[in-house]
T-cell receptor, first 112, second 116 residues
């Protein structure tokens, strides 16, 4: 069975700093998708970034980028120039053909 | 249609009562998912549909829970004889399998259930 592990329950960084959130996963599959979702307090879960496992190039979306290490089954999220609006729960997720499995999340606080 | 919508957003019910939640997915999305999320935890998979067919149910989905998607569009999640442990946010999500978005799923805002 696939599992997703986020080892950092909570993190705090100063505004404008760079922060990296860790995620590891376990699967025997070769083709799959990985995601980072953001859930602001009392608000909707939204997609931050996605990565197809067959692509070697790391995905980037503006200030958000990932470090995808397929052999190590690692998928970390880097947020550059962090902003107060980045304060949220961040969930790493794995998807194959059917359901998506989520990690337990990392609560990120951006401090002014 | 701008996203996944869920109704009601909040529901307080007495233990033992039945509750039903509705989810309207993004138009043309053929997959619809139900997840449950408790405070400080990640979403836990409950069940999903491909069009009107329910393809998988989690062991979390006891026999008090039933989900339907009769016409392959909206879905309902019913909880019978609610228990306090059912208190959680019930998230609905949808995706278009095979589309350019791949397996990206889009979430609704969730339906909060409090059982007292």
């Amino acid at each position: 069975a696939q599992t997703v592990t986020q080892s950092q329950p909570e993190m705090s960084v100063q505004e404008a700093e760079t922060v990296t959130l860790s995620c590891t996963y376990d699967t025997s599959e070769n083709n799959y998708y990985l995601f980072w979702y953001k859930q602001p307090p009392s608000r909707q879960m939204i997609l931050v970034i996605r990565q197809e496992a067959y692509k070697q190039q790391n995905a980037t979306e503006n200030r958000f980028s990932v470090n995808f290490q397929k052999a190590a089954k690692s998928f970390s999220l880097k947020i550059s120039d962090s902003q107060l609006g980045d304060t949220a729960m961040y969930f790493c997720a794995f998807a194959r053909d059917d359901k998506i499995i989520f990690g337990k999340g990392t609560r990120l606080h951006i401090l002014p | 249609d701008t996203g996944v919508s869920q109704d009601p957003r909040h529901k307080i019910t007495k233990r033992g009562q039945n509750v039903t939640f509705r989810c309207d997915p993004i138009s043309e999305h053929n997959r619809l998912y139900w997840y449950r999320q408790t405070l400080g935890q990640g979403p836990e998979f409950l069940t999903y549909f491909q069009n009107e067919a329910q393809l998988e149910k989690s062991r979390l989905l006891s026999d008090r829970f039933s989900a339907e998607r009769p016409k392959g569009s909206f879905s309902t999640l019913e909880i019978q004889r609610t228990e306090q442990g059912d208190s959680a946010m019930y998230l609905c999500a949808s995706s278009l399998v095979g589309g350019v978005s791949g397996n990206t799923i889009y979430f609704g805002e969730g339906s909060w259930l409090t059982v007292v």
